[in-house]
């Protein structure tokens, strides 16, 4: 249908974008699987508040990849908190050290004498700088009025269309805001209305913390423009250097004809009398990427910004969310996930309020808990989608199958709303952050958390979101040439614990038991490859995988020595954030050849060498000397207590439950352990989850879930996912409990969206397991807690997708097709069953519960 005019004059009409069905329901549909056409209704994908945010973590995020707000739905008072990827302080930074080679060989020989102690004081003289800092946009403040009395009160964010609907009643009059955050056209859009003409009112205004200052034009726009700080906070950097600008404007487009606006105090905007009213933001900063200083930069955000706004204001608001959606839901309709109890579980009828009256007596459940419990309770309006916060608290009791399909799509969800190709990559909030002086400077950590932001991206079925990762490895690879060559005089390309948006390489400032740290570069190289090894893109591989993985290989190659021991050795070497008692009774954390560091070798060498036989490049020289190294290096130890060994040396181990699982590494996300090539070694994996314990933050919650899917243990798996889904209090958090916020955000505490990733990852790996040559269906399925159930559009390797139905705790039917232009051999596993198949490009294999081929068809 067509209309006219610009995003607020729809006149009622609503556009409907019709497009295809996803190609994993249409796959299921060609089948005769049950249709997912009423699963919207029947099964809502929604986080919903029965009342406006308290803290950060009640409030409902909304992104674009770049531009991203949280809602806090105030009925009085309406705070949208803004942020954008590029706003960061600083700018390009010296990432090397020409004192380092001399300190590295002081602590090389300490490493070599056995003092380890005298070895970890030394590394400090090899940290570098901190990064630098991200930081807010700023706020829409809107504010209707004080003492307003309100019934029926709602906020919830859809899943299915990415949007937050706020609706509540003030006497006879019905209130509705929808909020969405616009990847076609890069804008935040509200739409705030009534369902009687004349009563929207309210006034408006924006604000930041950061330096600016703000101005309204007689077009009902206000103007904010302003920049970051050219240096950290309390830096006391001499020089005061320029930041990054930015520029933000606010449009209202208002309906009615009774409806004015005013200006107040220059700088907020009062609208009385309208029918409707749409706000659209859009902001644009003066980031020119990685190595162009903020000063230098030619790019105008105000120019910027007006010209996003321009193409915006010509759409119409339903035309804005027919692009919206069509865009979103491109990706998110990919993969579906329904579990199930089966017919014959019966919910109690009062176990939330059992739940409530016992955990009243339990220290462990907060009065936070009870408080927004009680709030909600009286405000369910059915139990499909009552307020989250009560399915949080209850799930203890109820585990709630359709809570866990939430939470699996939320990750989906935030992963597309923070990651776009062309953005920033996802940072340690996402993008999503209200503090100048955020936790860990919100800064992305390649030790865990950068990587595991980034799990969910191929298995669920996601990879452009990956995108931002790729570039930004490639800024890595070119500061971490000169930190390589200057500080290790090293080839290749390395990076170390933690970076940000200038893509630093150098070792993080303090204490050398996170901050050296080398493998962080090798670990993001891994990604490539798996990147090809999901999709068997051979232009990625050519292009962009294989020379950035080449130039880690070669600094890792250079990077190893041949030490006083019989294998080549890594020196020094940490395990990350962890230390040791080393034999004189001391602490340390710096020795050699940790059990991570050889992993991620191994995997960066075998890599290399695989996509050099694929491309024709086997015979050069930094294949030939991979080649050469891979047999002499170290490999992974039993510890006398039978757990895999962390260190060269069965060192004692001062905080046996640390939240770090890196020794794990070769099980998952790396290749070089598996049941069936390493039994002995994945006996010892386990014994190692023993002893660590199921506690500590959500993303060592998640990380444990995926190894103990790739254990094949899925009562283990299961109870990790009951380790999670615990409420937080934000006032009285803990930290490295773990849990969710009433918004479902993952803590560490405090929030760090990284779980939020793992969680799908892991809840794939449950269902989905693969290498080159395998393929497992349901290799930890928790049979008894979700004995029906069906998922749609996960990826495998091999550019194989997978629908998988189960019934009454066994495979009922799977369907696996490759659209990647390559045929493929594999082998098929379902618990002891093994068939080898054959898949053809571009058809349809559909296998029953004894993996025999019952049909295949186009696709």
């Known amino acids: 249908m067509d209309s006219d005019g610009d995003c607020g004059s729809d006149a009622g009409a609503e556009w409907v974008w019709v497009r295809r069905p996803p190609e994993a329901e249409a796959v299921a549909a060609a089948a005769g699987w049950p249709a997912a056409a009423g699963d919207e209704e029947a099964r809502p994908l929604k986080v919903?508040?029965?009342?406006?945010?308290?803290?950060?973590?009640?409030?409902?995020?909304?992104?674009?990849?770049?531009?991203?707000?949280?809602?806090?739905?105030?009925?009085?008072?309406?705070?949208?908190?803004?942020?954008?990827?590029?706003?960061?302080?600083?700018?390009?930074?010296?990432?090397?050290?020409?004192?380092?080679?001399?300190?590295?060989?002081?602590?090389?020989?300490?490493?070599?004498?056995?003092?380890?102690?005298?070895?970890?004081?030394?590394?400090?003289?090899?940290?570098?700088?901190?990064?630098?800092?991200?930081?807010?946009?700023?706020?829409?403040?809107?504010?209707?009025?004080?003492?307003?009395?309100?019934?029926?009160?709602?906020?919830?964010?859809?899943?299915?269309?990415?949007?937050?609907?706020?609706?509540?009643?003030?006497?006879?009059?019905?209130?509705?805001?929808?909020?969405?955050?616009?990847?076609?056209?890069?804008?935040?859009?509200?739409?705030?209305?009534?369902?009687?003409?004349?009563?929207?009112?309210?006034?408006?205004?924006?604000?930041?913390?950061?330096?600016?200052?703000?101005?309204?034009?007689?077009?009902?726009?206000?103007?904010?423009?302003?920049?970051?700080?050219?240096?950290?906070?309390?830096?006391?950097?001499?020089?005061?250097?320029?930041?990054?600008?930015?520029?933000?404007?606010?449009?209202?487009?208002?309906?009615?004809?009774?409806?004015?606006?005013?200006?107040?105090?220059?700088?907020?905007?009062?609208?009385?009398?309208?029918?409707?009213?749409?706000?659209?933001?859009?902001?644009?900063?003066?980031?020119?990427?990685?190595?162009?200083?903020?000063?230098?930069?030619?790019?105008?955000?105000?120019?910027?910004?007006?010209?996003?706004?321009?193409?915006?204001?010509?759409?119409?608001?339903?035309?804005?969310?027919?692009?919206?959606?069509?865009?979103?839901?491109?990706?998110?309709?990919?993969?579906?996930?329904?579990?199930?109890?089966?017919?014959?579980?019966?919910?109690?009828?009062?176990?939330?309020?059992?739940?409530?009256?016992?955990?009243?007596?339990?220290?462990?459940?907060?009065?936070?808990?009870?408080?927004?419990?009680?709030?909600?309770?009286?405000?369910?309006?059915?139990?499909?989608?009552?307020?989250?916060?009560?399915?949080?608290?209850?799930?203890?009791?109820?585990e709630d199958p359709s809570l866990v399909e939430l939470l699996f799509q939320f990750g989906r969800y935030l992963l597309i709303s923070c990651s776009r190709p062309g953005t920033q990559i996802s940072n340690l909030q996402g993008i999503w952050s209200n503090d100048p002086s955020p936790p860990w400077d919100a800064a992305p950590h390649p030790n865990i958390n950068l990587q595991m932001n980034y799990w969910p991206a191929l298995s669920c079925n996601l990879s452009e979101c990956q995108e931002p990762l790729f570039d930004f490895i490639g800024s890595l690879s070119v500061n971490g040439a000169k930190t390589a060559k200057v500080n290790y005089e090293a080839g290749g390309w390395v990076s170390h614990q933690v970076t940000d948006l200038w893509a630093k390489t150098s070792p993080d400032a303090g204490d050398p038991v996170w901050a050296l740290w080398p493998m962080g570069g090798p670990w993001l190289a891994t990604h490539l490859w798996e990147h090809y090894s999901f999709t068997l893109d051979k232009q990625f591989l050519e292009k962009t995988a294989y020379p950035l993985l080449e130039g880690s290989a070669s600094f890792l190659l250079d990077w190893l020595i041949e030490g006083h021991r019989e294998y080549l050795e890594t020196n020094p070497s940490t395990s990350p954030e962890h230390y040791f008692i080393a034999p004189d009774g001391k602490k340390a954390c710096v020795n050699y050849s940790t059990t991570m560091d050889m992993s991620i070798i191994r995997e960066v060498f075998s890599a290399v060498v695989l996509a050099a036989d694929i491309l024709g490049k086997s015979d050069t020289n930094v294949v030939q000397r991979i080649k050469k190294a891979l047999p002499n290096l170290p490999p992974v130890k039993v510890a006398r207590d039978g757990t895999i060994m962390e260190w060269a040396q069965d060192f004692q181990d001062p905080e046996v439950h640390h939240r770090h699982v890196s020794h794990l590494f070769g099980l998952y996300p790396g290749h070089t352990m598996s049941l069936e090539q390493t039994p002995d070694l994945c006996k010892a994996v386990a014994n190692s989850l023993y002893k660590r314990g199921d506690e500590g933050p959500g993303w060592s919650t998640s990380w444990k879930m995926a190894l103990w899917a790739h254990l094949h243990n899925s009562g283990h798996a299961y109870k990790m996912i009951l380790q999670l889904i615990t409420l937080v209090d934000p006032k009285h958090e803990v930290s490295r409990e773990g849990g969710l916020y009433s918004n479902l955000f993952t803590a560490h505490p405090p929030f760090q969206i990284d779980a939020n990733f793992g969680f799908p990852a892991a809840l794939s790996e449950m269902l989905v397991q693969s290498t080159g040559t395998d393929l497992y269906l349901l290799p930890a399925l928790p049979r008894n807690k979700w004995p029906h159930g069906c998922v749609k559009g996960l990826k495998a390797r091999g550019g194989v997708t997978v629908n998988i139905s189960w019934k009454e705790g066994s495979l009922h039917e799977a369907l696996l097709w490759s659209g990647s232009g390559q045929d493929s051999i594999a082998r098929l596993h379902y618990e002891n069953q093994t068939a080898t198949i054959s898949l053809s490009s571009g058809q349809v294999y559909r296998f029953s519960r004894d993996l025999k081929c019952l049909k295949t068809w186009p696709l």
């Open 48 to 398: 919903v508040f029965a009342s406006p945010a308290r803290y950060f973590t009640d409030a409902a995020p909304i992104g674009n990849g770049r531009l991203g707000a949280m809602v806090w739905g105030g009925v009085e008072s309406e705070r949208l908190q803004l942020n954008h990827d590029t706003l960061w302080t600083g700018g390009p930074g010296n990432y090397t050290n020409p004192k380092a080679p001399a300190v590295l060989s002081k602590v090389r020989s300490l490493v070599d004498n056995g003092k380890y102690p005298e070895a970890t004081a030394a590394a400090y003289d090899l940290s570098g700088d901190q990064t630098q800092v991200y930081q807010p946009l700023g706020d829409i403040d809107l504010i209707f009025g004080k003492h307003i009395k309100h019934t029926n009160y709602k906020r919830e964010l859809d899943l299915h269309t990415a949007t937050v609907n706020v609706a509540y009643t003030v006497g006879d009059v019905v209130y509705s805001r929808e909020h969405f955050s616009s990847n076609s056209h890069q804008v935040i859009a509200t739409k705030i209305s009534a369902n009687k003409p004349g009563n929207v009112s309210f006034s408006v205004s924006l604000t930041t913390p950061l330096d600016h200052k703000i101005r309204i034009t007689d077009a009902n726009e206000i103007i904010m423009e302003g920049s970051c700080p050219g240096e950290r906070p309390h830096n006391n950097a001499s020089d005061h250097p320029i930041g990054i600008k930015f520029c933000a404007i606010l449009y209202l487009q208002t309906n009615g004809a009774n409806s004015r606006v005013e200006v107040l105090k220059d700088k907020m905007l009062k609208l009385d009398g309208a029918d409707s009213v749409v706000l659209l933001l859009a902001a644009a900063t003066s980031f020119e990427g990685p190595f162009v200083k903020p000063s230098r930069s030619k790019l105008h955000p105000m120019a910027s910004a007006f010209t996003t706004l321009g193409v915006a204001r010509s759409m119409s608001y339903s035309q804005l969310k027919a692009y919206h959606m069509d865009d979103y839901q491109s990706l998110f309709q990919r993969v579906s996930l329904q579990l199930s109890r089966g017919s014959n579980y019966q919910l109690g009828e009062n176990r939330l309020g059992q739940s409530a009256q016992a955990g009243s007596q339990d220290a462990t459940v907060s009065d936070y808990a009870f408080r927004i419990a009680d709030c909600t309770r009286s405000a369910v309006l059915n139990d499909s989608v009552k307020p989250t916060v009560d399915r949080i608290i209850s799930f203890k009791d109820n």
